[in-house]
């Protein structure tokens, strides 16, 4: 028996992993449930002026610190408490603010290259990857970068041909090969949520 059960879930921009995230941690209860974002392990830009730290692509895979989340999971399984750094999307840096993960029976690693790494592969129990149609996806990308991050509809849309789109393609998509487990259509629902959590949490039970 696992002390830890390392869920990975991955998919597009606005396909409904940050959804899925949630509804595990909501029904599983805090303390059984963790999660971590691969967009808190973007690399520092301080080193870069606010106009340079915009045109840096963040859907590129060298865009995330993978060897430091890696490390902290590792020390999760180990049953250390990490402090995750914290992403300040409106001024593309970090904050500087960590926030404390502790060690519980499950942990979900959420974000759009979380199956993509080799190094956290093998880390994984469960490998989760939600899929929806570019067009969706789209929307709610763009209703959530104007409200929570404080951007123009204009610069949604031109990083979204630009950089999204393109590195979804890429680099994203292939990814859902290594799944144990695919959502279609941005179909998350609670039933799959709990499915899903049953399984993880049977496994850490004697």
């Given at each position: 028996?696992?002390?830890?059960?390392?869920?990975?879930?991955?998919?597009?921009?606005g396909s409904g992993k940050t959804t899925l995230a949630e509804m595990l941690v909501k029904?599983?209860?805090s303390n059984k449930v963790s999660c971590i974002q691969t967009d808190?392990?973007?690399?520092?830009?301080?080193?870069?002026?606010l106009k340079e730290r915009d045109k840096v692509n963040?859907?590129?895979p060298d865009a995330v610190e993978a060897s430091l989340l890696c490390t902290?999971?590792?020390?999760?399984?180990?049953?250390?408490?990490?402090?995750?750094?914290?992403?300040?999307?409106?001024?593309?840096?970090?904050?500087?603010?960590?926030k404390t993960i502790k060690p519980s029976p499950v942990v979900i690693v959420e974000g759009i290259l979380a199956l993509y790494y080799e190094k956290?592969?093998?880390?994984?129990?469960?490998?989760?990857f939600v899929s929806a149609p570019d067009e969706l996806r789209f929307k709610r990308?763009?209703?959530?970068?104007?409200?929570?991050?404080?951007?123009?509809?204009?610069?949604?849309?031109?990083?979204w041909q630009e950089t999204v789109l393109p590195m979804h393609q890429e680099f994203c998509e292939p990814s859902r090969t290594v799944a144990?487990?695919?959502?279609?259509?941005?179909?998350?629902?609670?039933?799959?949520?709990?499915e899903i959590l049953d399984k993880a949490l049977a496994a850490n039970t004697p």
């Open positions: 028996m696992k002390s830890m059960y390392l869920i990975g879930i991955a998919g597009g921009s029904l599983g209860g808190w392990y973007y690399r520092a830009q301080d080193h870069l002026p963040y859907d590129h902290d999971l590792c020390r999760l399984m180990e049953g250390q408490s990490v402090e995750c750094p914290q992403y300040d999307f409106t001024v593309h840096t970090r904050s500087g603010v960590t956290l592969l093998p880390l994984y129990d469960l490998k989760v990308r763009l209703a959530r970068d104007v409200t929570e991050r404080g951007r123009t509809p204009e610069s949604v849309k031109k990083q144990d487990f695919i959502i279609p259509d941005g179909f998350v629902n609670e039933p799959i949520a709990k």
